[in-house]
């Protein structure tokens, strides 16, 4: 079967980094999406990545590498706004996103 | 405003009841889809439609019909509702199916079926 695993919480302070991890195994590859959704809020579109490596925007960043399965989010001189959850979701092989549960944020002061 | 405008905000339903949840976007999207959200799992894709006059079914179909008679609108219809029914749905779309722009979310509908 198909399946993306996220860590359920993290928590992080005010100022730090952060870097939640997505492992996937899917039927084909075509592309990672990052999500962020805040409590009773649709989701909003962070980043995409198709090739190995790093794209970076502003205070988010986003890795991949597909020999591993494996990505992760970077957030960077987190604020308290930053508390949300990010999902992460895979394009498989029939162009259907896949969804991880989503890693719910907790920033502290 | 150009997005995804999804009616009702909220609705509590009588089990047994049939409802139609409204979905319309003003992007010219092609592809548009229909999420469940539950505590603990992730999105799952009910059904999908990839242009006008086509449709598909996701992950999680049964017990729920989707048309798409135009390209902005997508209503998705529970014909008898019960209790598992209840969930967030998310209403979505995308100018293609491997979009790389991402996907643009309504702001959902709770569910409540009683």
């Known amino acids: 079967g198909q399946n993306i695993d996220q860590p359920t919480e993290m928590t992080a302070t005010e100022g730090a980094i952060v870097q939640i991890n997505c492992t996937y195994q899917?039927?084909?590859?075509?592309?990672l999406f990052w999500y962020q959704q805040h409590a009773g809020e649709a989701p909003t579109f962070l980043s995409y990545?198709?090739l190995d490596g790093l794209e970076e925007k502003g205070r988010f960043s986003s890795f991949l590498s597909r020999s591993k399965g494996y990505s992760y989010l970077l957030l960077k001189e987190l604020q308290m706004k930053d508390s949300a959850s990010y999902l992460c979701?895979?394009?498989?092989?029939?162009?259907?996103?896949?969804w991880g549960a989503g890693t719910k944020l907790i920033i502290k002061p | 405003i150009a997005g995804i405008t999804q009616a009702p905000t909220s609705q509590i339903l009588a089990a047994g009841r049939r409802m139609t949840l409204r979905c319309t976007q003003d992007m010219r999207h092609n592809a548009m889809y229909w999420y469940r959200q539950d505590l603990g799992l992730g999105l799952r894709l009910i059904h999908y439609?990839?242009?006008?006059?086509?449709?598909g079914k996701g992950e999680v179909p049964d017990g729920y019909s989707v048309s798409r008679a135009n390209t902005d609108d997508f209503p998705l219809t529970l014909a008898s509702a019960v209790p598992s029914q209840t969930s967030v749905y998310f209403c979505a779309s995308s100018d293609s199916q491997d979009a790389p722009g991402g996907y643009t979310f309504g702001s959902g509908t709770r569910l409540t079926v009683v």
């Open positions: 439609s990839n242009t006008a006059g086509t449709t």
């Open positions: 990545n198709v």
């Open positions: 899917t039927s084909g590859f075509n592309g």
């Open positions: 979701a895979v394009v498989d092989s029939n162009y259907q996103l896949i």
